[in-house]
Structures are given as structure tokens and as C-alpha cells.
């Protein structure tokens, strides 16, 4: 048999920490958006840091910033964007030529299936108007704002910093700014590791796709490269996901030159998945490749695309603060934990039955 006896402050507590709860859950999309300029904010401070002490003005230098890292963005986007309209006018006009050579290629393999006219009946005006249309547009404001929002508090964070450190620093206990001051370094360093990180698996990605599309003269190889280095941001997926662009467009040319890149880009996507991503992100994240390869696999799982962004830099900020347990669990107590008391937040309040039973034992112990 369970009782169970909780205070009316223990029952408040429960309430607010459930409320608190669905307050986390109704706001994580806004949650989501903050922490993602925060780690643009932690990425770029110490280079607007720079600038500020070659006597640049604060916010002088975090528009220059934003400019070139903007610019850096729209050129790569000018790169990217002209060419995947091209590739994707050329995929509706010779859809039908291109389901009845890949009838022909897989008969090959004896795979009989009927592409052509599938290919002829679909209806393009269809899968753009309409509905459809309505929920794509939908999904272009949103994301759109979303963006903008991330820029808008990156810039804001990246003015801001000084204050902000310290308005923050008034919340400190006396005598822990060194450890506060330590762990904020720590976090720094996760998330420079997991920028550094994603550059080098991003550069690795782009010069291999360039290497393999100028061997097999596939059509655009610079753009597909700028492409995949893009889509490789998201680990795991983006890879998977930079195969088939290429593929396709190559497709019309030749079936064969086509199912060498698909089965190249595969190759190296399974390469990156099982060793480069957990290798790479275990050093810069100073983390074991298992744990960097779950933690992909389970933000992915619980969040989606948002999961599978925030997976790493939350697995190493899990890393800093059990190595700040490791290190204090054995500290000695400045002062002894107090006894249980009457004053436990889930301890059941006294009656005054208990507390006349309590005075009797007291008085007892004093005659004796």
C-alpha cells in the first residue's frame, strides 16, 4: 500500500512546474529561433570582438559583419538558384524521353514497370496551383520570417553582448564568477567546435561532388557542389539528400553516366554518416563518435530537421556540464547540509496533533 502526503507549497510547485511545461511546449518554435541566434551570436562574436579593438564601432562592426557573411550567402544562392530553375525546366520538358530510357535501363536488370505514361500524364499546372500552391506559399512567408527573425537577434545579441554580460553577471552568487566564467568559455568552444565541424564535412562534401561530376562530365558540377555543401548542414540527411539532384540531371544524357554518380554520391554519404560526421564531430566537439552518431539519430527522431541541427551542440553542452559535476561532486560542503525539517517543499504540512506530540517527546527527553 503507497500513501502519499504532499504539501499545498509541494502541490503549487508541481502546478507551476506544469505549467512552466506547457508554456515550453506552446513557445518552442520562438525557443528554437533564440537558441539558433544564439549559436549564430557565440559563431561570430569573437570576430566582430576583433574589430572592435582595431577602434571600429560596435555596431559599425556587426554590420560589416553581417554584410559579408550576407553577401557571402547571396553569392552562393546566385550560384545555386539559376541553375536548379535550369536543371528543373529541362526535368518537366523531357520527363517522358527520360521515364522511357529508364524502362529501358532497368529492363536490363529484368524490372518491368510502366514510367512513360506516368510521365505523360502528369499534370504540372496541378502540383503548383491551388491548394497546394496556398500551402507552399504558406510555408515560403513562414520560413522567410523565420530567418529574418534569426538575423534580426543575432545582430541584436552581437550589439547587445556587453550589456547583456553584465545584466547577467548580477545574478551570480559571490565567489562562482570564475566557475560561470569557465563554463560560459566551455560553451563558447562547442559551439566553435561545431562550426569548425561543419565547415570541414560541408568543404569535403563540395570538392568531392565537384571532383566526381567534372570526371563523369555531368552538367552544372560547380552549382551541385555549392548545392550539396549546403544541404550538408543537416548531418545525415543533407547527404542523403545531395545525391539526387545530380543524378537526375545527368539522367537524360545517360542512364549509366547517371547510376555512377548516384552510386558514387551514395558511397560517399554512407562514408560520412558512419565515419566522417562522428569523427570530426568527436574531436571538435571533444566527444565520442557513438554518442556524436545517437545524438544525430535521436534529435533527428524527437525533433525532425530542427532535431538533427540542435542534436550536436546539445550533446556537447551535456559534455560541459558533466564534466562541471565530475569535477565538483567530491568538493567539500563550505557548510553542512541542513537536518530535514518541518520546511521541506514536499513534506507533509504538520498538524497540530504532531506538532503537540512533538512538544510532549521534547519535554520528556528534557525530564529524563
Excluded at 506552446?26 to 577602434?55: E, G, K
Excluded at 545531395?242 to 552510386?263: K, L, M, Q, W
Aim: glycine share 6%; no cysteine.
Amino acid at each position: 500500500m503507497l500513501k502519499l502526503e504532499l504539501s499545498y507549497r509541494g502541490l503549487i510547485a508541481i502546478g507551476l512546474a506544469l505549467v512552466s511545461l506547457w508554456f515550453f511546449i506552446r513557445l518552442w518554435p520562438v525557443i528554437l529561433l533564440v537558441i539558433t541566434a544564439l549559436i549564430f551570436m557565440t559563431a561570430l562574436l569573437p570576430y566582430v570582438d576583433w574589430l572592435v579593438q582595431r577602434r571600429l564601432p560596435r555596431g559599425a562592426a556587426v554590420i560589416l559583419l553581417l554584410i559579408v557573411v550576407l553577401a557571402a550567402i547571396a553569392g552562393l544562392f546566385a550560384l545555386v538558384v539559376p541553375a536548379m530553375v535550369s536543371e528543373f525546366k529541362d526535368l518537366r520538358n523531357n520527363l517522358p524521353d527520360d521515364a522511357k530510357q529508364l524502362e529501358d535501363f532497368l529492363r536490363n536488370f529484368h524490372i518491368d514497370v510502366a514510367l512513360q505514361s506516368r510521365a505523360r500524364n502528369v499534370d504540372w499546372g496541378s502540383l503548383v496551383s491551388g491548394r497546394v500552391a496556398v500551402n507552399y506559399g504558406q510555408r515560403v512567408v513562414a520560413t522567410t520570417l523565420s530567418i529574418l527573425t534569426i538575423i534580426f537577434l543575432t545582430v541584436y545579441l552581437l550589439v547587445e553582448a556587453p550589456r547583456l554580460g553584465k545584466f547577467l553577471s548580477q545574478f551570480i552568487p559571490p565567489g562562482r564568477e570564475d566557475e560561470v566564467a569557465g563554463i560560459m568559455r566551455s560553451l563558447s568552444r562547442v559551439v566553435g567546435g561545431y562550426i569548425r565541424g561543419q565547415v570541414i564535412t560541408s568543404l569535403a562534401i563540395a570538392v568531392y561532388t565537384l571532383v566526381v561530376l567534372l570526371i563523369v562530365r555531368a552538367p552544372n558540377p560547380v552549382a551541385f557542389a555549392v548545392l550539396a555543401a549546403f544541404a550538408d548542414v543537416m548531418p545525415v540527411i543533407g547527404a542523403t539528400l545531395s545525391t539526387v539532384p545530380p543524378a537526375a540531371a545527368a539522367f537524360h544524357d545517360s542512364p549509366t553516366r547517371a547510376a555512377i554518380i548516384f552510386g558514387l554520391l551514395v558511397l560517399y554519404q554512407q562514408f560520412e554518416d558512419r565515419y566522417l560526421v562522428p569523427r570530426v564531430y568527436g574531436s571538435t566537439l571533444n566527444l565520442p563518435p557513438l554518442i556524436v552518431l545517437i545524438a544525430v539519430l535521436a534529435g533527428g527522431e524527437l525533433l525532425g530537421i530542427p532535431g538533427v541541427l540542435l542534436a550536436l551542440p546539445a550533446a556537447a553542452a551535456g559534455r560541459v556540464a558533466l564534466d562541471y559535476w565530475l569535477a565538483h561532486r567530491h568538493a567539500p560542503e563550505e557548510t553542512p547540509p541542513p537536518p530535514a525539517s518541518e520546511d521541506e517543499l514536499f513534506a507533509p504540512d504538520e498538524t497540530p496533533r504532531d506538532a503537540a506530540a512533538s512538544s510532549e517527546h521534547a519535554r520528556e527527553g528534557t525530564t529524563v
